[in-house]
């Protein structure tokens, strides 16, 4: 089964720049589009990113999305963080045997 | 705007059938798009259950295909999930999101719009 593999955990300063990973277990990630969920304590995830690398509304550029296909991963990269960024990141997406997969999620501590 | 609402009992006794409902408001499920269920034990990460399109065709997570059911009811503009024979392996945070489903090489399958979730407890 194709699984993506992210960090448990990042933590970065204030202002700073992070990126998480997100590994695809087999295949190539770039086989299909790749989003990336924020999900603050207590709250519903939201979409930061879809389709790889494009932002919803409201979104604000300092979040970025890349795939390399060298490395089978995908990368969510978030510059000038904020304490409010400070959340689990899940990435997702598509498989053709079981529709859907979720990254096991990152938490980012803004210290 | 898109709202959708999570709603059914917070606690369920093992071994019975977990029940819940997902009202959508601001858009009728009629049109199209996905709709799908997704869990988070305590502490865990996101577990997608399975999802289904206005037509009413279904797909499961194969791990617990067997246990679930989903339904649409268009008149009422909502969607159900049913999971039998729970355990307390299935305490979680439930969601019922929009799914965005498209691409005819690449495909992209996306959760694009949340409930706020309802945790249910499976506890005697």
């Known amino acids: 089964n194709f699984m993506l593999t992210q960090p448990h955990s990042v933590s970065e300063s204030p202002g700073k720049t992070v990126t998480i990973s997100c590994t695809g277990s087999?295949?190539?990630?770039?086989?299909?589009?790749v989003q990336w969920y924020q999900q603050r304590p207590g709250s519903a995830p939201t979409t930061v990113i879809y389709?790889?690398?494009?932002?919803p509304s409201g979104v604000p550029d300092r979040f970025s999305g890349s795939i390399d296909s060298s490395s089978n991963s995908a990368s969510l990269t978030i510059s000038g963080l904020k304490t409010e960024d400070e959340a689990d990141y899940y990435c997702?997406?598509?498989?053709?045997?079981?529709?859907?997969?979720f990254g096991g999620g990152t938490k980012l501590t803004v210290l | 705007q898109v709202q959708l609402q999570e709603s059914g009992p917070g606690l369920v006794k093992p071994s019975e059938t977990l029940s819940l409902t997902c009202a959508v408001s601001?858009?009728?499920?009629?049109?199209?798009?996905?709709w799908g269920w997704i869990r988070q034990p305590p502490g865990k990460g996101l577990e997608w259950i399975g999802s289904?399109?206005?037509?009413?065709?279904?797909y499961y997570n194969p791990s617990l295909k067997s246990r679930v059911t989903i339904s649409v009811d268009t008149s009422k503009n909502q969607f159900s999930l049913k999971l039998s024979s729970v355990t307390a392996a299935d305490t979680a945070v439930y969601y019922c999101?929009?799914?965005?489903?498209?691409?005819?090489?690449?495909?992209?399958?996306?959760?694009?719009?949340w409930g706020q979730g309802t945790m249910v407890t499976v506890s005697s």
């Open positions: 601001g858009y009728s499920i009629s049109s199209g798009y996905y």
């Open positions: 389709e790889d690398n494009q932002r």
């Open positions: 999101a929009r799914v965005d489903y498209y691409g005819s090489g690449s495909k992209v399958y996306a959760f694009d719009i």
């Open positions: 997702q997406s598509y498989d053709s045997s079981t529709l859907v997969v």
């Open positions: 087999s295949g190539s990630i770039a086989s299909n589009y």
């Open positions: 289904i399109y206005h037509s009413g065709s279904t």
